[in-house]
């Protein structure tokens, strides 16, 4: 927020230059029409600017739905053979790391019976998810958690207490933002509409190789 001789305006800096956001980041207009600092407006924000103990309870509540929802996964992955059979990389996908690699680099897609299966960065990106980031962010919540820690005392300081947990628990929060930003840019740029279509149908039309692939 920047004060003038005339004026109170919202300013938010990308890369050096400073845009106006005036009313949506920086600076809001209170109830009575007063400017007000704030990093977003009411309206973003669930449930409120000012009820801190209802968004924890909401944070607490969409915790536990993604708890379950992840183990509910994790055990259909297994019981389906889908963990197996689809995310394990084998031999030959290990060969091909540095292929897969210069191609997304490039912008190039699988095309033909390839574009059916997932190539091995796909594979290795799911895998640190599910058993890697997600389980990380579980036990640094329940790190966070007074009543878990009184429970098991002591075994927070294992991750450096309770602060170098709700540390670890944002950055692996990000991460999660940056994957799912990543996936999403990666179903629009092979297909919006063809993937938007095989999520919701199962129909998927496999893309025609071209004569130089």
Known sequence: ?????????????????????????????????????????????LPGAQWLAMARAWHFFFAWVFLLNGLAFVVYAIASHHLVRDLAPDRADWRGLLGS??????????????????????KLAYLVVIFGLLPMAILM????????????????????GRQSARALHFIVAWLLVAFVAIHVFQVIV???????????TGRYRVPVESAHD
């Open 1 to 45: 927020m920047k004060e003038h001789a005339d004026s109170v305006i919202g300013v938010t800096r990308v890369f050096g230059r400073e845009f106006d956001t005036t009313g949506y980041l920086g600076l809001v207009y209170g109830v009575g029409g007063e400017p007000v600092a704030a990093a977003f407006p009411p309206w973003m924000m």
């Open 101 to 122: 690699i210069r191609d997304h680099l490039r912008f190039r897609h699988p095309a033909g019976a390839a574009a059916t299966r997932y190539n091995v960065l796909q």
């Open 141 to 160: 919540g329940f790190a966070l958690s007074p009543w878990l820690n009184a429970l098991l005392a002591g075994w927070v300081d294992l991750v450096g």
């Open 190 to 200: 092979t297909g919006l509409w063809n993937n938007l279509r095989s999520m919701i």
